[in-house]
């Protein structure tokens, strides 16, 4: 899977989603979103002064692209990802992830732990600060939850290390743990409704 594709994909799940609020969601606003993912790879090549090219994505484009297009990407057991574009580098969002399988892996068996309680496709949410600079990003989590119920940051990092392992990374994705922002973007600025990438 290309970088590009596969750190959207991460941050998807990462992003893990609350509600929409009227947002819409089509197939051309989909479109749309995969021509502007086009064109950022296309700029990755091009020898311009960093920084020179900026590329608006709306919270429509792509969230209509998780809804069209992305399921592919997503792990088995991770969907219905949605994201809010809060402002001033603040993401929200939600995906419905199936515990079953993460829980029959980390259960110890105890009638008080956490994983043996849990189960079934839920919703999980995580609101944070998308910070990135110079090639660089950091994704700070302000607050979880499963259900609706808030969990600590550790129980967010079990299910993202579960559902992003891989071949050349058996142990997954660690949530705030900086990472090299792919096809030459140096940065992304979040606003309200709308996120600019730069390159």
Known sequence: ????????????????????????????????????LDQIRGHASDPRTPGAVRTPVSESELNSWFAFSAAPLFPAGV????????????????????????????????????????????????????????????FAVDRAELSGVPVPVSVLQQLIS????SPRNPDGVELERAFPLPAAIRQIDVGAGQAVVVQ
């Open 1 to 36: 899977m290309p970088l590009l594709t596969r750190v959207g994909a991460l941050v998807g799940v990462v992003m893990l989603m609350t509600p929409l609020q009227a947002a819409s969601v089509s197939r051309q606003e989909a479109a749309a979103f995969s021509r502007k």
């Open 79 to 138: 969907s219905a990802a949605q994201v809010t574009l809060v402002g001033n580098g603040r993401i929200s969002g939600q995906a419905i992830v199936d515990l079953d399988v993460i829980g029959k892996q980390k259960s110890s068996g105890g009638t008080f732990d956490l994983w043996n309680l849990l189960g079934g496709k839920v919703p999980v949410t995580v609101t944070g600060v998308l910070h990135t600079s110079n090639g660089v990003g950091t």
């Open 162 to 165: 579960y559902y992003s392992r």
